[in-house]
């Protein structure tokens, strides 16, 4: 046996993780998991190398195949790395009143494109709700589910958020189907029939699955799945929910340590992408908003910013005057064929000008950087304010 067959999805070596004398050892099945994950595109990635190597040739399919696989495994190793973070405990939650109805809205407006690019249509049946939780971990939960339910839907995804009369808080319920039409096995009967059902919901167990699992153990959330047939329903309840329709919404109280966010955040949990080649500027403005509850992010580069707005768009970018070029303005305008309501802020390279953008023009809003501390936040609160 050779190292291709060794790291091959049909190796006998990966039945080990199903075993049934192993299945009560988790940390085991992941790490099994992570490394299949890993392991199986970077196989196929290998194989092309090595043709590559023998030829010195490779077509463009063939470079885009390489490409793709590689950045498969570097998804899957991030995620088994988001899972460790999670699982050894410690994560320090900023809980706070957040819109969940909006920030659902949010994370699939940032994703169009690619939902586009999939063909995958996504129906929502949305209720208002706000719930208290951390917001980046909210963030990353929806993100997480969408990425999960792309993964694997045959059809379209329904999401649809509602209230649970009792006890009575917000449920967010995810279905799609996991199989085509012609392969669902109406009622399983019988062992085989049984088998491929129990394979079709283990497929399902995938790295995206397992980090949602994780999430929402950290954030304290109750979580089901159930998969019958073809077709596969996710419920995530929030207990803390803080509608003011809600009987009892008062009732929670900081000593919980769920505290109702200020009425001075509004735009907590709003996701903004910084670019920006200079550390000190960078701690200017993680300074300047530390008190708005964003959800930051930062790049030096172009490429960079191009590559992380790829995975999904932010609400807003701030960018240093000294990135501007042309291959950033290459990246401004796809962005705006994506999403014209997104506010881009430019910070300029000093002074203490403070200038909004149009409502119906082209125009960046402007921010001197010696005026950072005192108007970025105000900037910002315009810029996104515009967008709700």
């Known amino acids: 046996m050779d190292l291709s067959e060794l790291n091959s999805p049909t190796s006998p070596a990966r039945p080990a993780c199903g075993d049934p004398a192993a299945a009560g050892d988790a940390a085991w099945q992941l790490a099994c998991q992570i490394g299949v994950e890993v392991a199986t595109p970077l196989t196929h990635a290998l194989e092309r190398v090595l043709e590559l190597q023998a ?26 790395q988001q899972i460790a973070r999670l699982a050894q405990g410690g994560t320090q939650q900023q809980h706070e009143t957040l819109n969940l109805t909006q920030s659902l809205r949010d994370v699939l407006g940032q994703r169009q494109g690619e939902l586009d690019s999939r ?54 319920v995810c279905r799609f189907d996991h199989l085509p039409p012609d392969q669902v096995v109406a009622r399983p009967t019988g062992g085989r029939a049984a088998a491929a059902q129990s394979h079709h919901s283990a497929a399902l167990d995938s790295l995206p699955w397992q980090l949602l699992l994780q999430l929402a153990r950290t954030m304290q959330l109750p979580i089901e799945r159930d998969d019958v047939g073809g077709g596969t ?10 509608n003011d329709s809600l009987e009892g919404a008062s009732s929670f109280d900081v000593s ?17 992408l910084v670019m920006s080649l200079r550390r000190d500027v960078r701690n200017q403005i993680r300074q300047a908003v530390a008190h708005m509850g964003l959800t930051l992010d930062f790049v030096t580069t172009v490429e960079a910013a191009r590559e992380f707005c790829h995975q999904g768009l932010p609400n807003a970018i701030i960018y240093e005057s000294a990135i501007y070029d042309s291959a950033f303005d290459r990246l401004r305008n796809d962005i705006r064929q994506q999403c014209p309501e997104l506010a881009w ?12 953008s149009s409502f119906g023009g082209m125009s960046m809003a402007r921010v001197g950087r010696d005026a950072i501390g005192t108007s970025l936040p105000s900037a910002l609160m315009f810029e996104l304010a515009k967008g709700l």
Request: glycine share 6%; proline share 4%.
């Open 55 to 80: 030829t010195g040739r490779i077509d463009r399919p063939g470079l885009h195949a390489l490409v793709s696989q590689i950045e498969q495994a570097r998804r899957a190793s991030m995620v088994g």
């Open 119 to 172: 063909g995958v249509v996504v129906k929502q049946v949305l209720k208002p709700a706000q719930v208290i939780v951390d917001a980046t971990l909210l963030s990353a939960l929806i993100h997480t589910l969408l990425d999960w339910a792309l993964r694997h839907a045959c059809s379209s995804v329904d999401i649809q958020l509602d209230m649970k009369s009792w006890p009575a808080h917000a449920r967010l």
């Open 233 to 242: 329903t996710l419920t995530l309840e929030f207990p803390h929910t803080a």
């Open 256 to 272: 919980s340590g769920f505290a109702l966010a200020n009425e001075s955040r509004p735009l907590a949990g709003s996701h903004v």
């Open 345 to 356: 802020i430019e910070v300029t390279e000093q002074g203490e000008a403070f200038e909004i």
